[in-house]
């Protein structure tokens, strides 16, 4: 007689508890070319875990932003929920924040108190299209509360480092690289990661600035044709590439580099719009809906 054999009994390996955490802290685009979503999709295609609290909440589409307001929840007790969760190596990103003064100093007290290891600020005057939120005014009130425990990263295009720096739209080509990085410098910030999407000439350049160098990155030919969502997806892309081990320039560098592969995988959802990245889940997209 045969013996009945037993399956044998396996254990599952353990999941690990603490996996890479980046904290997203930004406005909700429902169109998903910007702001949060664009975030989580940029995080989760590096394997890292996005977690978001919204600090704006817009009307908004691939033509244009109609309106910008206030989060109907309170953001500093979204995020102070969210603390037991922040362990082991994590990040944060702040973008749009449409928050009135009280609540945004709550929120930079908040953050310094959770002390987060990785910290990266992509400062926005406005979305690409459509209505404004800050002048340059607000982003030096801002950075005055968020900067001054010197561990920010702020990555502001040419448009709006000159806004910091009181200078009218006439000089964001021109100004002088020490110029636009003073606001942001004088007031705490660790370093300001300048993008170079719009300075003249036909190449793009980033500098990596701090209070002792400027490091000029690796230039690369202007590629044609407009995208949504390239602030965010850049600072998103930093903090995770961070989060698993890259240096900060190293970071910079592949996250543009990263940018420019995609370039071309992108579309118009509906037809409709300036065209967005598309999700790393949908890079077969046929030529025909790509610009």
Request: aromatic share 6%.
């Amino acid at each position: 007689m045969m013996a009945f054999l037993r399956p044998r009994m396996t254990t599952p390996a353990p999941l690990n508890s603490t996996p890479l955490i980046a904290l997203c802290l930004g406005g909700m685009d429902p169109s998903a070319g910007a702001g949060l979503l664009r975030d989580v999709m940029t995080l989760q295609a590096l394997g890292v875990y996005p977690m978001a609290v919204s600090t704006a909440e817009t009307l908004q589409n691939g033509l244009a932003c109609q309106q910008i307001e206030a989060p109907s929840m309170d953001p500093v007790k979204r995020l102070e929920i969210l603390g037991p969760h922040l362990v082991g190596r994590w990040g944060v990103k702040l973008g749009m924040a449409a928050l009135n003064e009280g609540t945004f100093r709550r929120l930079a007290a908040t953050l310094r108190a959770l002390d987060p290891p990785i910290r990266i600020w992509d400062p926005i005057l406005a979305p690409s299209a459509g209505v404004g939120l800050h002048d340059g005014g607000e982003l030096r009130r801002m950075a005055d509360v968020l900067l001054k425990d010197g561990f920010w990263v702020v990555s502001p295009n040419r448009g709006e480092a000159a806004a910091a720096a009181g200078l009218p739209p006439a000089q964001i080509q021109t100004a002088g690289v020490e110029i636009l990085a003073r606001p942001w410098l004088e007031r705490g910030a660790h370093a300001v990661w300048l993008k170079g999407g719009h300075a003249p000439g036909p190449d793009i350049q980033d500098l990596w600035i701090t209070a002792k160098s400027i490091t000029a990155l690796p230039a690369s030919p202007r590629l044609p044709g407009q995208r949504r969502g390239t602030g965010c997806t850049l600072a998103a892309t930093w903090l995770g590439l961070r989060l698993l081990g890259r240096s900060e320039l190293v970071a910079a560098e592949e996250s543009a580099q990263r940018l420019r592969n995609r370039w071309s995988q992108v579309f118009a959802p509906g037809g409709a719009g300036r065209p967005v990245f598309a999700p790393e889940a949908f890079s077969s997209l046929p030529e025909a809906a790509c610009d």
